[in-house]
T-cell receptor, first 116, second 111 residues
């Protein structure tokens, strides 16, 4: 089945630093990648959608200059949290979707970000 | 009105019983429907998806879709303690669109 590898699984960083999270589709081409954020005891909130080779589309209220998304290839997308602050501490999850006809949305294992 | 609604629970069922999880959605144009299971601290894993009205069975799981009433449900037969998790309902408008998630229902299966 489709596998999405997400790294790192956990990261602790100091306030003001940047953190990069990687998502790789291992056995399929991810034409679309979705990035979600989940706070404790809440559901997934979509942050942005990226299609390979084009700029990401951000949801309302998500700062595109703070959450940089790159989807340069069909197997790799990255989310960089710039100038992280404690309120950015959350569980970040990517989800990849393949070409038309591949209706499944496969999730990465998630990244627990703690900003201290 | 939220686009996808679920009762947050917790829904508590005894081991071996049938757990019934429900989800309603607001957009009549919704095309496909997904059920995910999420254990605490983990990312969601797909249980089932359904596109057509009626029932779809996969092992102990049955998804039921009623587009006229705009609800989708998930039945878990012979519930096990390992089924204790949060179940997320997700909906999308078409194959190219994003998933919209409900808030999730926490299921507790007691031995």
């Amino acid at each position: 089945g489709a596998v999405v590898s997400q790294h790192p699984s956990r990261v602790i960083c100091k306030s003001g630093t940047s953190v990069k999270i990687e998502c790789r589709s291992l056995d399929f081409q991810a034409t679309t990648m979705f990035w979600y954020r989940q706070f404790p005891k809440q559901s997934l909130m979509l942050m942005a959608t990226s299609n390979e080779g084009s700029k990401a589309t951000y949801e309302q209220g998500v700062e595109k200059d703070k959450f940089l998304i790159n989807h340069a290839s069909l197997t790799l997308s990255t989310l960089t949290v710039t100038s992280a602050h404690p309120e950015d501490s959350s569980f970040y999850i990517c989800s990849a979707r393949g070409r038309a006809g591949a209706y499944g949305y496969t999730f990465g294992s998630g990244t627990r970000l703690t900003v201290v | 009105q939220k686009e996808v609604e679920q009762n947050s629970g917790p829904l508590s069922v005894p081991e071996g019983a049938i757990a019934s999880l429900n989800c309603t959605y607001s957009d009549r144009g919704s095309q496909s429907f997904f059920w995910y299971r999420q254990y605490s601290g983990k990312s969601p894993e797909l249980i089932m998806f359904i596109y057509s009205n009626g029932d779809k069975e996969d092992g102990r799981f049955t998804a039921q879709l009623n587009k006229a009433s705009q609800y989708v449900s998930l039945l878990i037969r012979d519930s096990q303690p390992s089924d204790s998790a949060t179940y997320l309902c997700a909906v999308n408008l078409d194959a190219g669109n994003m998933l919209t998630f409900g808030g999730g229902t926490r299921l507790m299966v007691k031995p």
